[in-house]
């Protein structure tokens, strides 16, 4: 039986003790055991633990994207759809004829009463849009904050 010493796997570039010098025992790879004292381990691990940190990075900010805009969405969706349904209702009260007290003319009271619902509706899809601009300065925002590490307590 070989003695068994400090190896570096390239595959998963991990630095164990084993005394297989052929197959790793961590990922079970074979062909990538190296000397961890070799230059070309060394730098293979420095490359390995750089693409980790940035693929940990991007993930982490594109959950918070994914969870953000979710969020957002579900925001703007509802005040997109409560704009449509109460600009509905007011449109309806002004061209639905058995709401008018006169059914023949279009009177001023009856634009006052629709005007109320028209109002709000204009309200909520001005609500709405400017919710969807904030999803877009979000996810500018995110992209600046995934820089900075993240304040954990
Ligand atoms: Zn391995």
């Known amino acids: 039986m070989a003695k068994a010493r400090r190896v570096y ?4 570039g991990q630095t164990f003790v084993s005394s297989d010098e052929e ?3 961590l990922c079970g ?3 990538g055991i190296m000397d961890p004292m070799n230059p070309a381990a060394l ?3 420095v490359a390995k633990k750089r693409e980790e940190a940035n693929s940990d990075q991007r993930v982490g900010s594109t959950v918070g994207d994914v969870v953000d805009n979710v969020l957002l969405g579900r925001r703007l969706i509802r005040l997109a759809a409560g704009g449509v349904v109460v600009l509905g209702l007011g449109l309806f009260l002004l061209l639905h004829k058995d709401f008018r007290s006169d059914p023949n003319s279009l009177s001023l009271y009856d634009v006052l009463i629709a005007a109320g619902p028209l109002i709000v ?3 909520l899809l001005g609500a709405a849009y ?3 601009r904030e999803a877009k300065c979000a996810a500018v925002v995110d992209a600046a904050k995934s820089r900075q590490p993240d304040n954990k307590e």
């Open 23 to 25: 197959t790793c025992t």
């Open 9 to 12: 796997c390239t595959f998963c």
């Open 130 to 132: 400017l919710t969807w």
């Open 43 to 45: 730098t293979d691990l």
């Open 121 to 123: 509706g204009v309200l």
């Open 29 to 31: 790879k074979t062909g």
